[in-house]
Every structure is written in structure tokens, then in C-alpha cells.
């Protein structure tokens, strides 16, 4: 007896904007779609735990020590009913087979580190489709810096990447995180640059979009004046969500948000609501997940979903 649950009207319209994908990718996108505590709604919510690669494992997991564990995350993500756990390899590998079937898996292909600060950041490819193939992921990941000097040369390897996770029918979710010496701190989450690079993400094929909550800044001049002649509305974080996805071929793309640094769990829950209405189709909750004690991460997590469900 077929005991899986019936894909909803709301998935099977998402997985409709994939035209051209093959049985394979959509079959993926719908196994995180119908997963977790939000499965069937159309809403993601995902763990993702590459922070001790990127900032260091005392910075990552020190205020939860039970987090250097690596199948903590697969328990976390498990208990909390998350849409998929995202990873390096080496967190992939030791839990892959003990929680093997229990939670969606994404292999983060790429990673940089903080050892080396530089004005023109770029990442190492420190995965490959044959170990996502081998671990049983639905997807890849993959890190891209829009603005860069080396973003060129990551669009490039994306795209040989992504052709080759296609042709083995798994999903491709990209990071699209602008930074480098042409853009100020401040530009990085602008309004104007967040929905640039979620549309450049798409353009390179990525079925899922990470960017981050972008704020009411304007970064470049050009834009700024078609933002002003056109009377984009920005001013509230609803409308700059709607702005993110519109760009993402009309919302034809999975856009969801980054969770960031841990903050006020106010605030946070404040920045879900306003992606759930805006149109935003989740959130990627890492930090402000898993460096708290489980039952308030779980606690936590549980209120998140419960806003993306319509009942908080």
C-alpha cells in the first residue's frame, strides 16, 4: 500500500514552473516540498549548518556544544520537522547513513573560509555531484558572490556544476550572497542588489533561491533612478520581499531567505511574516537554530512553521 503522502494542488503548481525539468529534478523538488511540518503548503523551511566551515567551529558551536556533533543537525532537522538539512560533505557523510530516508539532504558543494579576509571573496569547490549521488541528496548547493572579482569564474563552474546535477535529477539551490570592493556593506542586502542577484541566480538555472532579507537601501545609481521613476515600493519589508520575487522570473523561482546572525527571536519572527506575506516561499534558519538548546530551538522553529502554516 502506497503509504506517501498525495502531492497538494499548491506543489504541483510550484513544480509546473519548472518547465523543461526533468522527472528526476522534480521529483526532488517534490520530496522537500512534501516534507517536514510544512509538507504540501508550498513553504520551505531549511536547516543549514556550513558555519563551521565558513566562521570557525568555536563561533558556531560554542554556545551550544552539543552542535559539534555532527548528527545533531540531522537530529534537529528531524525533530523540527525542517524541508531538508543542508551541509559540507563531511557533516553529510558522518550521518548520511544513520538518518538515511528521515530528512531531505542538500550537499553544499562549495565553501570559503575566514582565515583569509579579502575585499573579493570567492569559494572553494569542496564537494561533487557523485558524492550528492552517493550520500542519497536531493540536491546540490552552491555559494555565489554577485560582485566579486571571481564571480565570473563561479558563474562558470555553477554552470557546469548544475548541468551535471541536472543530468542526474537532482535540484540545484544557490546562495546568492553579493559581496566585493565595488559594492559598501550597506549595499549588500540593498533592495536594489538583493533582487539583482536573486534574478542573476535564476539565470543560471538554480530551482531554488538563498538570498538574504534585503533592507530600503539603494545601491546603485542607476537604479536608484529607475526605482524612483517607476515608483518601485520598498518601504516596507512585505513590498521588498515581493520585489525579490518578482524578480525571480516573476516568482517562477523558489526564493527563500537567510535567517543571518542570531538576533531577537521578535524580530526574526517579524521578518517570517513578512516573507510569508510577500510572497517569499520560506526560510534557511542555521544559526539562530542550532546555537540554542534543542527545546528552544525546537520551540523556536515550531513557531517559525506555525507562521508559514497561517496559524501564528
Not at 547513513?97 to 569542496?126: V, Y
Not at 563552474?157 to 556593506?185: D, Q
Not at 516568482?251 to 511574516?273: H, L, P, T
Request: net charge neutral.
Amino acid at each position: 500500500m502506497n503509504t506517501s503522502p498525495t502531492i497538494t494542488p499548491r506543489v504541483k503548481e510550484i513544480l509546473g514552473y519548472y518547465d523543461g525539468a526533468s522527472p528526476g529534478v522534480l521529483t526532488n523538488l517534490a520530496r522537500m516540498l512534501m516534507s517536514g511540518r510544512l509538507r504540501g503548503t508550498g513553504r520551505l523551511v531549511i536547516l543549514p549548518v556550513d558555519q563551521g566551515f565558513e566562521h570557525g567551529p568555536a563561533r558556531s558551536f560554542a554556545p551550544n556544544p552539543p552542535g559539534y556533533h555532527p548528527h545533531y543537525h540531522f537530529q534537529l532537522g528531524i525533530e523540527a520537522g525542517c524541508s531538508a538539512y543542508a551541509a559540507p560533505l563531511g557533516f553529510l557523510e558522518a550521518g548520511a547513513a544513520e538518518f538515511a530516508g528521515q530528512i531531505p539532504l542538500i550537499l553544499k558543494l562549495n565553501n570559503n573560509d575566514s582565515l583569509h579576509e579579502t575585499s573579493e571573496p570567492s569559494q572553494a569547490i569542496t564537494g561533487s555531484v557523485q558524492d550528492a549521488l552517493r550520500l542519497g541528496c536531493c540536491a546540490i548547493g552552491y555559494t555565489i558572490y554577485p560582485g566579486s572579482a571571481h564571480s565570473h569564474t563561479m558563474y562558470e563552474h555553477l554552470r557546469e556544476i548544475a548541468l551535471e546535477a541536472k543530468s542526474h535529477g537532482l535540484a540545484v539551490v544557490v546562495w546568492s550572497y553579493p559581496r566585493g570592493g565595488g559594492l559598501s556593506k550597506q549595499g549588500e542586502t540593498a533592495i536594489d542588489v538583493v533582487a539583482y542577484a536573486a534574478h542573476i541566480a535564476a539565470q543560471l538555472g538554480a530551482h531554488i533561491i538563498k538570498v538574504k532579507v534585503p533592507t530600503d537601501h539603494v545601491e546603485q545609481a542607476a537604479a536608484k533612478k529607475v526605482y524612483e521613476s517607476e515608483k518601485i515600493p520598498i518601504s516596507t519589508l512585505v513590498d521588498r520581499i515581493r520585489h525579490v520575487v518578482q524578480s525571480a522570473f516573476q516568482g517562477r523561482r523558489i526564493v527563500i531567505f537567510s535567517g543571518g546572525a542570531k538576533q531577537e527571536d521578535q524580530k526574526i519572527f517579524d521578518e517570517v511574516r513578512a516573507i510569508r506575506d510577500g510572497g517569499g516561499f520560506g526560510s534557511i534558519i542555521g544559526r539562530n537554530s542550532f546555537q540554542r538548546p534543542k527545546p528552544e530551538a525546537l520551540a523556536f522553529l515550531e513557531t517559525v512553521m506555525k507562521i508559514y502554516a497561517g496559524e501564528a
